[in-house]
Nanobody, 125 residues
Framework: QVQPVESGGGLVQAGGSLRLSCRAS????????MGWFRQAPGKEREFVAA????????AYADILKGRFTISRNKAENTVYLQMNSLKPEDTAVYYC??????????????????WGQGTQVTVSS
């Protein structure tokens, strides 16, 4: 079973940046579409960003466009989420997940079948 493993979370001040990483444990991600989701305390998990298997297309939650960037490095078998201009409302557990390959990024949680354990991001005001 493939287990995505997230890293890079932590505590940062408002306005700061973090880069999250997601690596595969068990096999390569090269033919998978990938996505990032987040869950804040007391809230449902929500879509953050997604990328196609070949890295050609990306999608973002409207409220995050311009601040977050998803990318992938096939040689490193890693997907990244660069988060800039962080706000306290970005505080959440961030999850990486895998989906079947497709020509369009997948933005719905039900399309994803392998999930990581999550990494905590805390943004202080």
């Amino acid at each position: 079973q493939v287990q995505p493993v997230e890293s890079g979370g932590g505590l940062v001040q408002a306005g700061g940046s973090l880069r999250l990483s997601c690596r595969a444990s068990g096999r390569t991600f090269s033919s998978d579409n990938m996505g990032w989701f987040r869950q804040a305390p007391g809230k449902e998990r929500e879509f953050v960003a997604a990328i196609t298997w070949n890295g050609a297309h990306t999608a973002y939650a409207d409220i995050l466009k311009g601040r977050f960037t998803i990318s992938r490095n096939k040689a490193e078998n890693t997907v990244y989420l660069q988060m800039n201009s962080l706000k306290p409302e970005d505080t959440a557990v961030y999850y990486c997940a895998t989906a079947d390959w497709g020509w369009n990024p997948k933005t719905h949680e039900q399309d994803y079948y392998f999930w990581g354990q999550g990494t905590q991001v805390t943004v202080s005001s």
